[in-house]
Every structure is written in C-alpha cells, then in structure tokens.
C-alpha cells in the first residue's frame, strides 16, 4: 500500500496526475437549450486497482472541488511516515494556471496552462455529455459513454486503451464514474486497470481547497523529491536524474502570467 502511494506522489510531480486525474471536463454538448449555470460542488471518490497475490483491491481516496468558473482542484490524499498528506492539484481555468501544492515538503509547484489545455480542463455546464442515458448516481442522472483506442506504449509495443465514463449533465459532465483498462496487445496482459467511484457529492462553497499556503517553498520536482528523502529518508529514496522534468517544469513555470 505505501509503494503505492508513493507511487502517486511521484506522478503528481512528473506532471501524469493532472493528465488522468479528471475525465469529468470538455464532454458537454451544444443544445439549444440553456443549462442551468454550473453551481460549486465537492466529490469524494475512491480510485481502486487489483492487488496481486490478494483477493483485496488497493483503494485509494481523491477528492474533487469545483468551482462555478469551471476551477477544479484535485485531492489525492495519503498516509506516509506516520503522517496523513495531501497532494492538491488546483486547475485555474480562469488564469490558466496549475498550481501543485504538496504538504510533506511544503512545496509548491506552479504551471502556465495554455488557453487550450485551460479550454480542455474548464468544467461547463451542459444539458447533455453526449452519451446514452445510464439512469441516476447519487440522486443525479448520468449518461454512459466509452472510448476505444491504440498507444505506443514503449517498450510494451501497441495498448489497447478502454475508457468508460458515467457522465452527469447536471454537474458540468462530471464523471461520477470511470473504468480505465490499458492491455496490452502482445499477450493480453492488462498494465492499468482501475475504477474511479464516486461516493458522496455536496453542494457547497469550495473556496477554501483553492487557497495557497504562503509559507510554501517553490521546488522543482527534482527538488521536491530531494526535500522528500532529506525530510524522510526512509520512505522516500533519492530521485536519481530529473533534469529533463526539471526543465518541462522550468519552462511552464516561465510562462505564467506576469505580475
């Protein structure tokens, strides 16, 4: 289990979390009909994965919190060295900024979005995702739709990729549901599967998962890993090279809006 996590801590500081974390943006359908204006709203969900050598799967919790501007902030809580954390990814679509705020480091990380990819993550509101009609989840209606594709998956040569969302119009096509399997072609053998449930949904201000901590350092994610395995040497080995990450992440960070 701790493997695990600290599996998600890295990903979320090699810039992967923001990129599977929330299938539940851009899905929304133009209608002649006006949608209701999108209303702030917290998702505690919990992401679950087969463990091998036992029956139990590994199940993690993620919290989302979205604003009525389409903001969103990710949750990925954890517990490492004893201490509970929390990685919090906050997607500012209306700066078009990507803010990751760690709490074992105290670091903080922060990106320029392009008007693109800040297009892609804004939740909207919608009348309809464009799927079919799945009934209710959590009291909300959904609409189920599942996407079939091919990756190059490096070493592992061509992946089959299937995703399926039970999306909900009411919540700017928020994905109250989402299995995400990748096998690969060769022999059949599945390198992700994993289930993101949804488990409780409260209408509510969110204000609060948006705010910066001031005393916070700005690290790079080498630097953060580096502050990791100086804070907790035992869990958290050194990172090795990270210089190409660190200049991905130097030059996002050189692109955010000038103050």
Known sequence: MQQSLLILWRKAFIGLAGAVTLSAVAYSVHSQISPMPLRSFFVQSTMSTPQAGSPYPETFVKGYAVRPDGSWVLITYGSLAGMQSRIRDIYDVTNNIHTTIEDLSKSIQTRAMSESEASIKRVSAAVSCGGKAAGQMLELNVEYKEEKGSVDYGTDGPVTSIIKRWLAPDIGCFALKKETIWTRDKDGT????????????????????????????????????????????????????????????????SKLPKR
């Open 190 to 253: 599945a390198l992700v599967d994993t289930t993101d449930q949804a488990i409780s949904i409260t209408f509510q201000p969110v204000d609060q998962f948006f705010l910066i901590p001031t005393n916070y350092t700005e690290r790079t994610p080498g630097e953060v890993f580096l502050e990791l395995s100086r804070l907790y040497p035992n869990q958290f080995l050194p990172p090795g090279d990270t210089s190409a990450i660190d200049e991905i992440y130097r030059i996002a960070h």
